[in-house]
């Protein structure tokens, strides 16, 4: 045999070989260490299946959860994290499961949840997004750290400063009014109140961040909401070795496909604002939180400069977190106060007890009212509320 034909059998041969060794380092050897590591710590789990972890079990467990009927009740747990609820009845409080091939600690004690959320020594750095959560918010405040982070959270604190807020609630009342007097006169029918909420958090996120109505922002949010449908029917799936650096499945392209266009939108946006300013219609690009990225985008100084994806990214971070977030809480809110009507009583009483017969105003909206009002109605407010 030639030097050259053992040449040629050699090197694909030794390739094929490290990438074996690789794969099973990865696949194998990895998962196994870190599970006998903690396993030997005393936390347990699930064990490692190769390639998959626990996925296939979470996604049946799931699937099983969500076909039952569900009662009028709070145990919600058992529906909504069923792989949760029956690994802590089986592993204790804390424990291990995978997955595919990252491990995830799960700890529910609270002082161990203290701990993580104070971060003091910053031993717990956010978690590696997923591709299709950063196709939802790239590298926008939830998952960027250190001097990023900080640039960016910079920015993000003047939205929420007591002053700033203040000066939302007229926008707020506006939106809120507007869905009230669409309610009127639906007494005593069924209401999809879910998709009010998302339309009123929409419009108030789209007014108060971005100086828009519900409407420029539609498509965006549109959109974000496919990508975010999109990423948690992904969560646990497990992505092939190799196969998925060489083919994209149906889900990414789409994502892509979205992200683009979000981006192209939000761009759309920023040019309007612009726009404004270049046509002498606005002296400053605003002081909402658009005007202050925009802003930032064009500032001269290297160091507090946003980048066009830093912009897009914050953009969808805040469409994305203002919405999603505060509308399942108000579609909870009215489900557990519709199931508990003395709990709503007790509600009425306490925002009649702070605005009486006013509307909500900003100045009614200060903590002294807020302290004045709890110190003289201690049994009303709960502690935690401050
Ligand atoms: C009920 C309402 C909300 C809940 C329960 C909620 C919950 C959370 C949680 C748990 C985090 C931490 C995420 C992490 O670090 O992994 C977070 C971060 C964040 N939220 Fe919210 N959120 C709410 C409303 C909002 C609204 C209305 C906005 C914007 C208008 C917003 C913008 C953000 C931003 C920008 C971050 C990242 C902060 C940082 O890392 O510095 N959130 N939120």
């Known amino acids: 045999m030639s030097v050259l034909v053992k040449l040629v059998i050699l090197v694909p041969c030794s390739f094929f070989l490290v990438a074996l060794i690789k794969f099973l380092y990865d696949y194998l050897w990895t998962p196994l260490r870190i599970q006998h590591?903690?396993?030997?710590?005393?936390?347990?789990?699930?064990?490692?299946?190769?390639?998959?972890?626990?996925?296939?079990?979470?996604?049946?467990?799931?699937?099983?959860?969500?076909?039952?009927?569900?009662?009028?009740?709070?145990?919600?747990?058992?529906?909504?994290?069923?792989?949760l609820?029956?690994?802590?009845?089986?592993?204790?409080?804390?424990?291990?499961?995978?997955?595919?091939?990252?491990?995830?600690?799960?700890?529910?004690?609270?002082?161990?949840?203290?701990?993580v959320v104070r971060n003091r020594e910053r031993s717990f750095p956010k978690r590696k997004p997923t591709v299709y959560l950063r196709k939802l918010i790239g590298n926008g405040l939830v998952t960027v750290e250190g001097e990023r982070w900080v640039k960016q959270r910079k920015l993000a604190n003047h939205v929420f400063h007591g002053e700033s807020?203040?000066?939302?609630t007229p926008a707020v009342i506006a939106s809120v009014e507007r869905m009230l007097a669409k309610w009127k006169g639906q007494e005593g029918k069924e209401m999809?109140?879910?998709?009010?909420?998302?339309?009123?958090?929409?419009e108030v996120i789209s007014r108060t961040a971005f100086g828009s109505s519900y409407l420029e922002g539609e498509k965006i949010f549109a959109m974000l909401n496919k990508l975010s449908i999109i990423m948690s029917r992904n969560v646990y799936k497990t992505g092939v070795p190799f196969i998925n650096k060489l083919w994209k499945?149906?889900?990414?392209?789409?994502?892509?496909?979205?992200a683009k266009e979000i981006k192209d939108c939000v761009m759309k946006t920023v040019k309007k604002r612009e726009d404004k300013v270049v046509n002498g219609e606005a002296d400053s690009f605003g002081n909402d939180f658009l005007g202050l990225l925009v802003n930032a985008y064009r500032d001269s100084d290297d160091e507090n400069r946003l980048s066009l994806e830093e912009l897009v990214d914050e953009c969808k971070t805040f469409y994305f977190a203002g919405q999603e977030t505060v509308n399942s809480l108000l579609a909870w809110t009215i489900l557990l106060l519709a199931i508990h009507g003395d709990w709503q009583e007790k509600a009425r009483s306490e925002v009649l007890g702070v605005f009486g017969d006013q509307n909500c105003n900003p100045?009614?909206?200060?903590?002294?009212?807020?302290?004045?009002?709890?110190e003289s109605n201690p049994k009303l407010v709960p502690q935690s509320i401050t």
């Open 37 to 83: 590591m903690l396993n030997s710590q005393g936390i347990k789990g699930p064990p490692y299946r190769f390639i998959h972890g626990n996925n296939k079990e979470v996604a049946k467990m799931k699937r099983e959860a969500l076909s039952k009927a569900m009662g009028l009740t709070h145990d919600i747990f058992p529906t909504v994290q069923p792989h």
């Open 85 to 115: 609820h029956s690994w802590i009845n089986r592993y204790g409080k804390n424990f291990v499961f995978w997955n595919g091939v990252r491990a995830e600690l799960v700890i529910s004690e609270p002082e161990l949840i203290k701990e």
């Open 165 to 168: 807020l203040r000066n939302m």
């Open 192 to 202: 999809d109140v879910s998709k009010d909420f998302r339309l009123l958090t929409s």
């Open 249 to 258: 499945p149906a889900d990414l392209l789409e994502s892509e496909e979205l």
């Open 363 to 374: 100045l009614i909206l200060t903590r002294k009212n807020w302290v004045e009002y709890k």
